[in-house]
Structure formats: structure tokens, C-alpha cells
């Protein structure tokens, strides 16, 4: 990533098919981003356009030099006093907490080097308060908190013994609100718990292939608009343990940057060679494929048995949505596969719920490998991967969860199917398609608001992914106790989740947030903002660039 | 920074005082080629190729790729998974017959017990299912911290800590400790999430011969040697030596007092492995240490899931809360993976306290385990693998036709005759292509506390008209 320049926006379109460039339409896609920008910027016309069927806009707005700089003079400082607090434990000036080495054991090999934990001690320690808050009622719109002291700068934490109330919840990836303990949901868990327990006790290939199994994965098969599917137990554990099944030696995998640790750890562990591709950016996607080509296998020469695209729907982090139009054509054009990872896009995307791939109105068997959680809209646990019937047979046969990981709960492949079918209107009413509106419009009401704010907040205008730029290492502590102090639960990332300087907090909308909880949100986060002068954004504060950035638009379209 | 580097730099800054000066100058004149090199004009090996765009666009047009995966014949064996209708428990729903259970690992017979059920389901009325996050992002509910902590109390260790998927915690485990560069002792007859683990941490791997110490002293006293000519790399390598408490794909036990002689003789941590043994071994159902007698404090880590013996879903690692505090950031199966859904962690709770209020079942599953293994000797064809201690034994083929497909189908043959017959039995299965090193074909023999005399006897009786049928 580079360090940012000087120039405020940069804006540009990607290129893609010289066919396609010679149509004139209005639709167009724009994509303002500079901070992920190292290839220059090269203008070819009107060329993906005719992929979008609306508009695109993504925004990563330019951290300001001056933040830059003072957020790398803050980890200056804190590094220093890391140091100096080290050396006084060193020295006993100042009490130890970290546990040690039993005495027996003194003579080994050190387990950690002094300096991997000194981020941990010395920087986390400070702020870690505001991670692993438990809770104890629903994750649902509003959470109850277990109420937590520290004796010594948290080190420890004691329960008092007290609730936070009816904290409003803006951490939860709880899309579509089915994280419930009413309705019928919870009554359909229910009811199977008492009929099947809550256990397997053995794996899918054994004996632990439960009829609700395969009721649900030929419900998601239906759900996705792909011929199979098959589900597993653990969102995880689906990337990193069906990507080694699906290449080997001798393939290409090109892997987003941004990618979450599990496709990067399948990546990894299946031996194939990973190549990196700027986020969402195509023109460095497209160099790949085709270097990738021309040139073969390193040393040897010989061709790529196979190439493997991943891409995930919407990044956690970023809030961003994969340019899929343009992957798709790129991935037909270089007959490359497509994975996509839909872990928080499934459920919280496109007029039907049913992902990125509904988003855009595409065909789901122009993906080849369909892969998405059930953790986060669905209200469950667990991952699913959909596609053709021989990719699905072949994994029933070798993917490493089938064959040694236990088979998924019954209640929880309950609740999956319940959800399901009431996003699909299987239930025969209306529900499921009310909360995909409401949490359209929700995130459509809080991302504007924010903005309006003078926020710098990143991502694409429909993502329920809501990542609000703090910047420097203090602010992060700050915000989340602000923020909980008024009663609002946030969550909050830095380093190494982030890079370095990019520390931000992070909102999911969900459908189950009313009007009335949104805008308490938004007064509490507006306020804080203006305590901690996070409104950094300088779109709205002069206001040139963002009339720059829709004039643009409105040129664009003639 | 892999441990390795460190001893790097502190060895190049010594040799720089100890170099004579001619060494120097030398050295002073490749850096500033270096540099001149680093400074005229750049190249990629791979981008220097002289074709032209045409000749490119011919190679992509050209360019096959294998299909995504080869096709699978719609009668493979293995494809068409057995249905279980209704629940996995004693009384199990195979293929639409109903059959006595000895193939889930449902030892203590806990996933039928209604008091779990009930836990689980008001459990599900307070929370509802999901947990809508990983643990750092309010995925960390009061009962996850109150099965750690009940865990950690039962296993007598300081803390433990829990993972939402049993396969995800040893295969985290290990990775979290051990990096690129260190070395890891493992017996060959790891179970395959020990495997991927140690594919993840990018380790050295050293094998030994399956429960032989022997062997693994050998490979300790060589890299003993081969410290001592570098002591000072030495001093940043860590070592480890992961075993299995029971393994699962031989039924045997490991030899816990011998490993923990040779850990304090080569100062190397123990992880230990206690899926199958955990909730079976001892006379509490702390795994291998009681039943050893070995103490807790001296195995560095226990990894067991709670999918087995608990009867839940998810897993847990527990010991020194110097060790096991790490995995909190460095676990990337907890930190990136949504958290065990309450419910299932209320159900191993009271799954723990039903263990903790009548430890009698423990016996009661030894007495039984030992009966098993006794009523299947002299199966005609068939051998027992494993203690007579092991929940989970394996029948294999006295003598192989020297095919692996084909032994497989002769005891999948069994298998269905004992289906026919009402008696739930199933294959060990593997990945053949992955697996280091592949144990025999095998049928798993699950012992469980519910199984009477007589329903075991029938079992035997059954396999062994199989055996005399099928096997001739």
C-alpha cells in the first residue's frame, strides 16, 4: 500500500474489453480510490460500463497528510514508552503481570522471543477493554453487557456483578436481524434439539449424515441457483479446508490482498502458488492472468494446470463490494475459475438477499465455486460451498471437512433452514422480504448520514459494512468507551487488522435496527466525532471535491 | 520474525568485529556493486521475454486449463453417504432401518440426555442460536467464559480455552506456537488435524515410528548434535513433540510417563491430543494424565474437541495460562471465526457437570471397552487394532487381497450385512491421497456406556457371521 500523495482524489475508471468499448450506454461504474492505487492511472473509455446495470461507487478517501503524520508520531510515542515501561519491568521498578515460565521449565527454549509480545504488552494492553466485552442476552439489535472493572490497567478484568442494558448493537453481523430468541426460528431450534440433541458424534463420510443435512443443502442449492451445495460446520473451516481439495501443486492461486485468514491459510495449505492482486483493482488482476499465461510456471515454464481466482463478496474491513461484472468477463476471457467467498454478503445483498451475485443480476453458474457463511445473516454457525454437481460430488469424496470434522449441530442447520426459507418467502409471508428492504434502506440512511457528518468513511454506498476512520492508535481506545458510555456497542481495529495508520471503527447496519436506534447511534457518533475531531473528511468541509466527484458523474453519463 | 533471524543478525554483527581487514575492503567493494546494480536498469526475468503482443494473445488463446476437478463416477462408493434419519443416538436410524449404535463417538451416551437437551434449550431461549461474531467483536458470551473456566477446573490446569469447531483446535494450536524454522517431533500416526497444523505453522517436521521412543530419542540425540555445532541457533529453536492421548487411527495409547522423561532429558514441550481420550481415561475422565498418574503441569498442551465424549460441537485446549493466553491472539481458528453458538457451550457444560456428578462412568465405559475388545478376538479374517482401554477400535483384515478398493469393499460388505442386521457399523475413513501415512483399511467399532451385554454380544455374533460369509 502506498504512502498517500498529495493529490486529494484520484478518480478513474478501469479498463476492460476493447470490444466493449466501442458501445456508447449510460450506465457507468466510477471508482474513487487512491490509497490502494500504485499503477498509474490509465483512462480507456467508457469500457467496463457496460457491466454495471447501476451505478458503482466505491469511495476510499485519501487519509489527509497532516493525520498521516501526527498517527505515525502517535505509535512513535507509544513505542518509545513501550520500551521505557519494559526496561522498568526489567529492572522491578514496576510490577510484572505477564504470566511466566514455570520454574521447571526455565532452561528451555524461550516459547515466545521478547519482542513478538511487545505490541501485546505494551500497545493492546493499554486499550483492551474494549475487545471481548461479554454479553449475555441476544446479539440481536440491542445487547446486554456484562459489566467489567479492572484492578490494573487490564491486566485482569472483574465482573461487578452488573448488566449494561438494552446497549444498542453495532457490532453484531446480525444483517438481517435473525439473531433471535423468539419466533419462528428459535421455535424450529427448539423443537429439533428436542428431537435430535445437540450433538453428531461423527463426521458426514461416517455416520453423522443427518437428514436435516441434506435437507439444507439442497435448500441452499435452490437458495443460490446452483445445481449442489454442501455445507459444514464451521465458516472457517470451509475456506481452509476445501480450497486444498480443489488445487494442488503445480496451479496459480491469485488471492485479493484484503482476502480474510481463512482463504489465505486454504491458499496456503493446499501448495499451490499465490500470487497478489491489488484490492479490487482489475487492471493488476488482468497483469496476472495474463503473465501468468504467457510465462507458465516459474523455472519449469510449463503452463498452470489451473488458475484459481478469490475474491470475497464484501470485504469485512473495507466495505467494499468485488467488482464481480468485470471478474467474471476477466475469469471467461483467461478461463480462470472463480472463487467467491460470500461470508457477509449472502443474506445482506441484492433485491432477493441472495448475494453479491444477485447484486449485480448475474448467472451464479458463471461462479464456479459459490462460498458464504451462516453465521452472520443467516443468525447461525457454520459455511456452505454451491456450485456444479461434479464440483460438489468431488468434494463429498475429498474435502478434508467431510471425511474428519464432525457434521454440523441439528438446531443450528435448523435455524439456517428456518432463516432461509423466510428470506425466500417459503414461509408464506412477506417477512423475509421486508427485512432485505429495511436493511437496504437502513445502511442507504446511516452511510449518508455519516457522510453528511463529515466522516471519512470507506467502502460502496450499499454495504451494511460501515468502516469509520479514526486513524491514530489513541482514538481507538477513546471512541468504543465514548461510545459505550453512551450506551452504544462499537467495534473497533487497528493494527495488524488494519494497516497501520488505518485504524477505524466499524458499524454493521442491520434490518433490526429501528429509525429511532439508527439516529441515537448517529447523535452518540456525531458527538464523539466532534470531541475527538474525527470528522476529517475535507469532501464536505470545503465541499470541492465532492461536487468534483458527482459533477464527474453527472459528465460521465451524457 | 521467525525465530531464526535473530541469531542471524547477532552472528553477522560478531563476525563483522572478528573479519580481518582485506575481508572488509572485499566486502566493502561488493556492497557498492550491489548498489550499482541496484541502481542501473532494472528487469524482471520473467517479464524479459521477447514475444511479441501477437504471440502472446496466441499463448492465451492456446492455454487449457485442467478442468476444476476430474469427474467423479456416480457410483463411487464413498459418495453416497449414508442417511441417518432422526438422531445419531443409541438407537440410531441407518438407511431406514432402525440399529443399535457402534459407530458415533458418543461414548458416555450423552447426546441423548435430556438433561443436556434441556440446558441447550434454555440456553437457546435466553441467546437464540448464533453468536453473530468472532469473540473480539461481542461473540464472547458468559457462558463461553463460564465453560472455560468449568473446563479448566475439571482438567485441573490454569485456563482453557474454547474453539467453535473440534477439527479447527489442534490444527490452530499448533501453528500458534510453532513457526517457520522451528521443530516439531510427531508420531506418524497423527491424526490428520495434527497434520494440517503442522502444514500450517511451516515447521521442520520429524516423524517417528509410531509409539516407539526409541526411534524418537534417536532423532532427539540428532538434533542434539546438530545443536551443538550451532548453539547459538539452538537457543532460538523451540521444539515440540505432538502426540495423541489415544490415537484415533490406531486405538492406541501413547506412553505418556516415557514422553514426559524424554521432555525434561531434551527439554522439549509436549502437545498432547485428547479427543478420543479425554472424558474416557481415568477415573474422572481427564484423559491420559490421570490415567498415567502423569502430572497436568508437565504436558505444556491438551487439545481434546467436545464433539466426542461431551457430546457437543467445538473444542478446547487447556494447561499453563503462560501458554495457553497466546492462543487468545494468536489462535486463527478463535480470532477469525465466529464464536461456539451458547447454546452448544450450555450443553457441554452440563455434559461436564454430569460427568463431574457420577465419575462411576467411567468404569462403567472401561468395563465395557475391555468386553468389546475381548468378544471381537477370533473374528474369523478380522483383527482387532487397539487397547482394550480404546472407545473406538478398528477391525482389519488379517490378510489384504493386496487392493485397497477392494479390501475397502469387502468391509463395506461387512458393514451392510450388519445394517441388514441392526447393528450400525461404519468404515474408517480417509483421504487417501493426503493422508502421511495411510493406516490400513478398517471397520470402527464405537463403544458406548449405553450398549448392554447382550446388544454387544449380538455385535460380535453378527460381524463374525459377516466375516465368515463375506470373507469365506
Redesign the interface.
Known sequence: RSFPNQSSLTQRELHFDRELAKHRITAWSVCIFTSYSSFPPQNHHASCTLLYKKPFVESFEETPLLVAVLTYMGYGILTIFGYLRDFLRDWKFEKCHL????E??K???????D??NFY?RNL?MRIRDN??????????AK?DL?ERVTPDYNWTFEHTGNVLKDVI?M????YLG????TGT??DA??EC???????????????????KH?ELEKLVAGFLGVESSMAF?????TNS?NI?A?TGKGCLILSDELN???LV?GA??SGSTIRVFKHNNMQSLEKLL??A???GQ?RTHR?????LILVEGIYSMEGSIVRLPEVIALKKK????LYLDEAHSIGALGPRGRGVVDYFGLDPSDV??MMG????S????GGYIGGKK??I??????S??A????SM????TQ?IITSMKCIMGEDGTTLGQERLCQLSENTTYFRRRLHEMGFIIYGNNDSPVVPLMLYMPAKIGSVSRFMLKRNI?T?VVGFPATPIIESRARFCVSAAHTREMLDKALNAISEVGDLLQLKYSRKNRHGSEGTDCFSFLESHQD | ?A?GQ?WVLVEMVQAFYEAPAYHLILEGILILWIIRLLFSKTYKL??R?D?TEKE?EE??EE??????????SKD?P??N?????????HR?I?NGKECI?F????FLG????ER??LK??SS??????????P????????V??ELEERLAKFMRTEEAIIY?????TIASAIPA?SKRGDIVFVDEAA???IQ?GL??SRSFVKYFKHNDMEDLERLLKEQEIEDQKNPRK??????FIVVEGLYINTADLCPLPELVKLK?KY???IFLEESMSFGVLGEHGRGVTEHFGVNI?DIDLISA?M??A????GGFCCG????I??Q??SG??Y????S??P??AS?AIEALNIMEEDPGVFRVLRDKCKHVHKALQGTPGLKVAGEPLAPALHLQLENSTGSRTNDLKLLRAIVDYSLERRI?L??????DK?ERFLPPPSI?VVVTVEQTQEEIEKAAQCIREAAVKILK
Open positions: 504470566a511466566r515460565e514455570r521447571e521449565q532452561d528451555f527454549v524461550p516459547l515466545y522471543q519482542f513478538e501485546t493492546y475487545w471481548n466485552r461479554p454479553i449475555c442476552s441476544v446479539p440481536g445487547m456484562v448493537n457490532g453484531s453481523y446480525n435473525f439473531a433471535e430468541n426460528c428459535a431450534a427448539s434439539t428436542v428431537k435430535y440433541g445437540v450433538g453428531v458424534s461423527s463426521t458426514r463420510q461416517e455416520i453423522g449424515n443427518l437428514d441434506e460446520g464451521m465458516g472457517f473451516a479446508m486444498p480443489l480474510h485468514a481463512s491459510l496456503r495449505l495474463r503473465d499465461i504467457v510465462h516459474p503452463p498452470w494446470k489451473k488458475i483467461y478461463e480462470a475459475y464456479d465455486i457463511t451462516f453465521t452472520k443467516f443468525g447461525a454457525a461434479e464440483l460430488d468431488y468434494l463429498r469424496l475429498h478434508h471437512s471425511i474428519h470434522a464432525t449441530s441439528p438446531p443450528i435455524q456497542g467495534v | 520474525m525465530a535473530q520473467q517479464e521475454s514475444l502472446k499463448l492465451i492455454w487449457q486449463p485442467e478442468p476444476l476437478v476430474p469427474l467423479v463411487h464413498s459418495l453417504y449414508d442417511v441417518v434419519t432422526g438422531p445419531p443416538s440410531i441407518v449404535n459407530a458415533s463417538f458418543n450423552l447426546l441423548d440426555s443436556v437437551k441447550a434449550l437457546l431461549k435466553k441467546y437464540g442460536v448464533g453468536t453473530c461474531g469473540r473480539g467483536f461481542y461473540g464472547t458470551f458468559d463461553h467464559l467453535s469447531y473440534g477439527f479447527a506456537y491424526c490428520f488435524s494440517k502444514q500450517a539452538a537457543k532460538v529453536i523451540r521444539r525434561y527439554k522439549v514441550r503441569d474437541n464433539e466426542n461431551l457430546a457437543s460441537i499453563r495460562s503462560f501458554v493466553d497466546h487468545r491472539l486463527q481458528g480470532c477469525f471465526s465466529a461456539l453458538p447454546m452448544l450443553a450400525a461404519t468404515l474408517a475413513r480417509y483421504l493426503e470402527r
